[in-house]
């Protein structure tokens, strides 16, 4: 799964286009990429199709918002990658958050112990709630929300392990 917060200006103070990519395991979640930046519409647009062409993930999951509508859109009308649009509930960003927590809390989401992006991802996660950015909170919560979803319908099967050394990631 690969879940999308989009931004649209490059602005020092503007947000980050945030993009989370997600494998899934035997009763486990793994986070194999975060990538964020700021960038203008059409660039934002060629990072997704390329980061969609590296993973392949079964599901692109946008935020639907209005620069997110506009990406989805695009995607739609101009590739056979499956954009969904992931509707932003009227709760708040803490609460939309607190969602995900039991799948955090169960142990069941990891994270690479090494990655170029890690300590990045981490900080703004620890400052969610008085960070000045909450990009790869949106995405991540975005993903898991419908990770924990579709396990729960039977869509996300828990019987293939996704390869990877456990000891190696860790949350």
Known sequence: VMAVDCALKTGERNDYTAVTTWGVGLNAIYLLDAWHAKLEYTDVVKHLIALYARFRPRELLVEDCNTGHMVRQYLMENSMIPAIARKIDR???ENRADVVLPLIESGRVFLP????????YLHELEAFGHGRHDDYVDSTVIALRRIGESSASGMFTWSRPYHVARTRWSF
Do not use: C, F, V
Not at 113 to 120: I, R, S, T
């Open 91 to 93: 709760m708040s960003k």
């Open 113 to 120: 112990e090494n990655a170029p992006w890690l300590g990045e």
